[in-house]
């Protein structure tokens, strides 16, 4: 088994209210895991420990464990920002930064250090390329993101996490704020991706999950009910809930 | 993390750490400044006395009876005592930082507590020399004069050498800010009467009737604007507009506290009106429905209903107002002027506490150890309002949640 | 009493009143409307009445002493300087120089100065030390301005003085273009930390998050995006500190030095700014001395307007063209 994440007895809290309880989940590599559950489930939350934007919120306590190539991310040691640029995220609304095209993307590599100008062409060229952006925004790399669409938007916002050369892809329901076309374009670009990278989705939409996950977690009030091939969890999933969720008798 | 990065970033936090030290710095400096100058004459005397002093060129009559009180124990040891004349004398400096010679002691029987007013008026009501008042000159019959000038030890052996004076010139110490306070509360009285039923009525009115339409939102912008203004151009107007209108209309015959007061209205017109618009937004509209449901009129609901919730964002205003009017001094300066009275009426002229350090530091020389004691006190009222302005807004801010 | 009643009567049919509730509410309405109208009208009897006044110079002939030539007025390099009553004595031209001139400058120091505090109030500091700060420079925005001059003329004219000496210039006591720039620096701070930190505060959490999420340390994102994010908020922040560097008075006017001529653009010069010219010769209260006050006052007022009206531009520019 080639696992990216594997989670252990994971327990969070805000406050005194639990938000997840005992999840075991294991990631595998360059394979697209999709969260589904109703909303309050948890699973928005649970994406958010991957890397460790939970650290935020003041009021949220984690227990258990949580390895990234089996290392303890929670461990008071180890490097967030490392982590951060290993696993990039990709968020529910589109945030462009109000800046160029061209600044958007190359901002996590400047960041990192990077000031290499034809380095940073390269980059930002070959990420919006992979993220299908490239050809609608190459003569105006200058001009500023927030003139764009939602929809492309959302794309440099992928093109933004790609450009830190990462293994993971989080995506909170990266589509909720777009229109239909703009989410058939999304996900035909998570299809492309999942060859060179590990994605974790959480989507709303069952619909979605059945179209582009390879396995499929479903959460329910904090815990994880079930999780296995996206395939088997739509046609014969072996838990009641599960079930009654996917044929739509609540949720 | 590399450990450059971390540099880095340690520089950048580093200078907003700088830079926000330099408002705490700045706040302590003036404060430090403004103390440290001007507490040597902060007391009591200061708020009670006149700031022009009064002269008195006083003669006495015949002494049937010189004071036989001895030399009381609490005097200094530079405080020099006649047993004679039953006077304490000490060389000390007036508000200017001038050398002069203080009356320190008077005893009761005294033959210098029963002085003719005026050598030469016929007005018989006597006056006495008392404790604080600074002696001058004494001109004696048969001999030279004694001066202030060399000190209050040789002026106390002159006098002590006669038994009578031709004149005693001694004056009040003056100095004080009694007047221009008077004419400060005066100022924050009126205006307040005047700007607050307008400022309210007028946020009332925005808030409460107004039409969603192009008028209401230029009326809204014109009030809005008279922000921007300086306050400056508030006395060129209050010059131009209210103070030939009360020229005209009261017995005033130049700038007044009525035409201050009128120009300091205008200026925190705009204040009033949005702090009390804002706490009138805060009011839920159910309770205004639930009034008018209850068959209440909207000047019912308007007065019994929507009023009391805007009682602590008026409340806001009236300290803020009340620590602009003691501020402020471009405006007053213009629109009641710059001279420094005693005898205060408001239709006459004075000046308020901060125009009075104006006046002073324009002046050759600068006073500015009294220009600091005045704002001494200016700076703590002003200080305090900000605070209870404070804990106002937390304390009525909780109401809605 | 009964001819009362029929008025009343009439008055409502006129209206369309039903009961006395109505009457009482139209009425008040009314009177509130009366006050609002009071209140908005004072922007237009400060224009009439200044501009009325301000004209005068221009357009009689003074009392004999002749009339003011207001193209010389707006750009004479000289003021009261010669000999007296003469209607050519008045050009304010190197006083609207010398005014943006220092204005500027103060803006340049207080600006980086004022954004970082409030960068660090809004997003560096601990809540503590961010309430203890907030309280100092709603403090300092409180100290009057004659207070920010006494402590100027007393405080900053002396160190002026020290820092000429250095240099090898002497000052006229420290009355200068740097004591007015650092006056005006410090009193425009807590205006400009004030509003920067609110904008700074309305950054939507979203973008830092997206910033964190890319590996960005606290201190790239506060720096690299927050800062741009509140890019507009700030720019209004600087107009409004330039508006009251432009329109502070008294304060200016205690340690400017009262240059008659001009433009003084060197640091260690007196100067004379639009205020300050104002609150000389106050001892006029009739006459083309006390008329010329109004007319610096109309050209303050129309400084402060273009000023603002640029600066909008420019921020309305800077909207949409990122700068990086």
Same mark, same amino acid.
């Given at each position: ?38 909303? &309050? ?60 095209? =061209? ?50 938007? +959302? ?5 933004? /996490? ?44 069952? +619909? %979605? ?7 499929? /977690? ?34 | ?11 950048? %936090? ?36 006149? =700031? ?27 405080? =020099? ?25 008077? #005893? ?35 001999? &030279? ?25 001694? =004056? ?79 017995? $005033? ?7 201050? $007061? ?26 205004? +429905? ?38 402020? #001094? $471009? ?71 | ?50 501009? +009325? ?64 505090? $409030? ?206």
């Amino acid at each position: 088994m080639n696992n990216v994440f594997n989670i252990k007895n994971l327990d969070l809290f805000y406050d005194d209210f639990q938000a997840l309880k005992n999840i075991d989940l294991d990631v595998e590599k360059n394979k697209v895991t999709a969260l589904i559950g109703p909303s &309050g489930c948890g699973k928005s939350t649970f994406i958010r420990c991957l890397n460790r934007m939970n650290d935020l919120i003041p009021s949220c306590k984690i227990e258990g464990n949580i390895q990234y190539h089996k290392e303890d991310i929670y461990d008071d040691n180890y490097d967030v920002i490392g982590l951060r640029t290993d696993v990039g995220m990709v968020f529910q609304s589109p945030n462009p930064f109000p800046m160029s095209i =061209y600044d958007n993307v190359a901002y996590g590599p400047r960041c990192a250090g990077n000031k290499n100008k034809d380095k940073l062409d390269k980059i930002v060229e070959n990420s919006l390329k992979k993220a299908a952006l490239y050809d609608e925004v190459k003569d105006r790399m200058n001009d500023s993101a927030m003139g764009l669409s939602g929809g492309q938007q +959302q794309r440099l916002c992928i093109a933004r /996490a790609i450009a830190m050369e990462p293994e993971v892809i989080l995506m909170d329901e990266p589509t909720s704020a777009l229109d239909p076309i703009a989410t058939l374009k999304i996900e035909e670009l998570i299809n492309d991706l999942k060859e060179n990278y590990t994605i974790v989705i959480v989507t709303h939409s069952m +619909q %979605q999950a059945a179209r582009i996950s390879d396995k499929t /977690a479903f959460f329910l009030m904090g815990e994880l009910i079930e999780v296995d091939e996206t395939d088997k969890i739509f046609t014969q999933p072996s838990n009641q809930k599960t079930e009654d969720y996917i044929t739509g008798r609540f949720g | 993390m590399s450990n450059k990065r971390k540099r880095i970033d340690l520089i950048y %936090q580093g200078i907003t750490y700088a830079a926000a030290s330099v408002a705490v710095i700045v706040l302590s400096m003036i404060f430090i400044y403004v103390f440290t100058n001007g507490s040597g004459l902060l007391n009591f005397g200061l708020i009670t006395t006149d =700031y022009h002093a009064k002269f008195y060129n006083s003669g006495i009559q015949e002494v049937d009876q010189f004071s036989t009180a001895p030399r009381p124990d609490n005097l200094g040891e530079d405080t =020099y005592y006649s047993e004679k004349w039953g006077i304490a004398l000490a060389d000390s400096e007036d508000r200017e930082g001038k050398l002069v010679i203080t009356v320190e002691y008077v #005893s009761e029987d005294s033959p210098l507590k029963n002085l003719m007013y005026d050598k030469n008026s016929e007005d018989e009501k006597p006056i006495q020399l008392e404790e604080g008042d600074i002696l001058g000159t004494i001109k004696f019959n048969d001999k &030279g004069s004694a001066l202030s000038i060399y000190g209050a030890k040789n002026m106390l052996d002159e006098l002590d050498e006669e038994d009578t004076f031709r004149e005693m010139v001694f =004056y009040t110490k003056g100095g004080g800010i009694r007047g221009s306070i008077i004419t400060t509360l005066y100022l924050i009285g009126l205006t307040m009467l005047l700007a607050l039923p307008i400022g309210v009525f007028t946020a009332i009115y925005l808030n409460e009737f107004a039409p969603i339409n192009r008028f209401t939102n230029i009326l809204r912008s014109m009030i809005e604007v008279l922000t921007g203004v300086p306050s400056i151009i508030f006395g060129l107007m209050g010059l131009a507009v209210f103070v030939p209108l009360t020229v005209k209309y009261t017995p $005033a015959d130049s700038g007044n506290i009525i035409s201050g $007061a009128m120009t300091l209205a205008v200026i925190l017109l705009p204040v009033i009106i949005r702090s009390t618009e804002e706490s009138l937004k805060v009011v839920p509209d159910a309770f205004r +429905q639930a009034s008018l449901a209850l068959g209440a009129n909207e000047t019912q609901t308007t007065f019994k209903v929507v009023l009391p919730s805007a009682i602590p964002g008026i409340l806001t205003a009236t300290l803020l107002a009340i620590g602009r009017v003691i501020g402020e #001094s $471009a405006a007053l300066i213009f629109a009641i002027g710059t001279a420094i009275k005693d005898d205060i009426s408001i239709f006459g002229k004075s000046t308020s506490l901060a125009v009075h350090i104006w006046s002073l530091m324009t002046d050759e020389p600068a006073n500015i150890e009294l220009a600091s004691t005045i704002a001494v006190i200016i700076l703590i009222i002003v200080l305090a309002l900000n605070l209870l302005v404070k804990l106002v807004s937390k304390k009525f801010t909780k109401k809605f949640d | 009493m009964t001819e009362i009643k029929k008025q009343i009567t009439r008055f409502k049919k006129k209206f369309n009143f039903n009961s006395k509730k109505e009457v009482i509410d139209f009425l008040v309405r009314t009177f509130f409307l009366l006050s609002t109208i009071l209140s908005a009208s004072f922007i237009v009897i400060i224009i009439i009445f200044i501009a +009325q006044k301000g004209v005068i110079p221009f357009v009689t002939d003074n009392d004999g002493i002749g009339r003011v030539n207001l193209w010389k007025f707006l750009t004479g390099l000289d003021w009261l300087k010669g000999t007296a009553f003469k209607s050519n004595l008045y050009g304010v031209g190197f006083i609207i120089i010398n005014t943006l001139y220092i204005s500027f400058f103060a803006l340049l120091i207080s600006m980086p100065i004022g954004v970082l505090t $409030a960068l660090f109030i809004a997003k560096i500091a601990p809540k503590k030390i961010a309430e203890f700060l907030r309280t100092v420079v709603e403090l300092l925005a409180a100290v009057p301005s004659i207070v920010y001059g006494l402590f100027g003329s007393g405080l900053i004219l002396t160190l002026v003085y020290n820092l000429a000496k250095i240099f090898g210039v002497q000052s006229k006591g420290g009355n200068s273009v740097l004591a007015v720039i650092l006056v005006l620096a410090l009193m425009i701070l807590p205006t400009i930390t004030a509003l920067s930190e609110v904008a700074i505060r309305s950054v939507n959490k979203d973008i830092e998050h997206g910033s964190l999420a890319l590996g960005a340390t606290r201190t790239q994102t506060n720096f690299k995006v927050v800062l741009s994010s509140a890019k507009s908020g700030i720019f209004s922040a600087a107009i409004l500190g330039l508006g009251r560097a432009l329109g502070e008075a008294t304060a200016v006017s205690l340690v400017a030095g009262n240059a008659r001529s001009g433009p003084s653009l060197a640091f260690f010069e007196i100067t004379s700014t639009l205020t300050s010219t104002m609150l000389q010769g106050l001892k006029e209260t009739i006459g083309i001395d006390y008329d010329i006050r109004f007319s610096v006052g109309l050209v303050l007022m129309v400084v402060i307007l273009f000023s603002n009206l640029t600066l909008n531009f420019i921020k309305k520019k800077v909207g949409n063209v990122d700068v990086k």
